[in-house]
């Protein structure tokens, strides 16, 4: 079975003024942050489980590598 994950629109608002910010202060560091973003997206769909809960239903995933 093939999952899907799936922004808030506000979540998605707010990531996209982050990256613009980022590549504002340095060249490709936007682009990098997406890229990292995307593949946290792709772990959490591939493993969801495996990410430490944050409140009862709540599980939290931390970029390896953000400005």
């Not at 982050?18 to 942050?33: I, K, T």
């Not at 946290?40 to 995933?61: G, N, S």
């Amino acid at each position: 079975m093939i999952r899907s994950v799936e922004l808030h629109d506000l979540a998605e608002a707010e990531l996209n003024e982050a990256a613009r910010y980022y590549e504002s202060e340095v060249a490709g560091l936007g682009v990098a942050f997406l890229a990292e973003d995307e593949h946290c997206i792709t772990q959490i769909r591939d493993h969801p489980e495996a990410a430490p809960f944050l409140l009862k239903f709540v599980r939290r995933k931390v970029l390896r590598r953000s400005p």
